[in-house]
């Protein structure tokens, strides 16, 4: 049972549905008419990618980035290196990018610039989860779900050594899964 990872449910799947929910109806505003590209930072927020859109009232298009910050280790590296670009041009378009979580920020500070040398005529941020206790890069987002502690949370897309994704809330891991 997945169950048995975890310590305590921080974020259960009715307010996952919840907070998408709200986060769709601000975004359903902000991109009313500006046929956004979103993009999903792979892989962690895959699964709040697929719901976010999917309470999203406007035109839209989505495409997919993956950038490798962790590996399997638990802090990041420092490094943040491009494993697979966009198939779409980002030029002249409004971009919204989407996170599962936003921990040191070296991840998106290094998205978000690379966007705007490639000209977008706009770059937000929604993430789901923040951890803002962790960051070390001056990188906020535009749009947060829910903010968290520091704590190694797992679930709905988040992982602990590539499992866990698939566990229907945002739980936090035992301590003694990694200890
Ligand atoms: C996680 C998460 C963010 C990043 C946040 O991805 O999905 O992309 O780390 O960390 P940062 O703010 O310290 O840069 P990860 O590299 O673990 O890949 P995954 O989404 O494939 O699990």
Excluded: W
Aim: with cysteine.
């Amino acid at each position: 049972m997945l169950d048995n990872y975890i310590a305590e449910v921080l974020v259960s799947p009715e307010e996952l549905k919840e907070t998408i929910q709200k986060l769709g109806e601000k975004l359903t505003v902000e991109y009313q008419d500006k046929n956004p590209l979103v993009i999903c930072i792979l892989k962690g927020a895959i699964f709040f990618m697929t719901d976010l859109v999917r309470a999203m009232n406007c035109d839209l298009e989505v495409d997919f980035m993956d950038v490798s910050s962790y590996g399997d280790a638990f802090e990041s590296s420092g490094q943040v290196r491009i494993l697979k670009d966009l198939d779409q041009s980002v030029k002249d378009r409004h971009i919204l990018i989407v996170e599962d979580i936003i921990d040191t920020g070296r991840t998106l500070a290094y998205i978000v610039e690379l966007l705007k040398h490639r000209q977008a005529a706009s770059v937000k941020i929604v993430t789901l989860l923040d951890k803002p206790e962790r960051r070390v890069m001056a990188i906020e987002a535009d749009y947060v779900g829910v903010e968290v502690p520091n704590k190694f949370v797992v679930g709905y897309g988040l992982d602990y050594k590539q499992g866990l994704r698939n566990l229907p809330y945002i739980g936090v891991l035992k301590p003694e899964m990694y200890e």
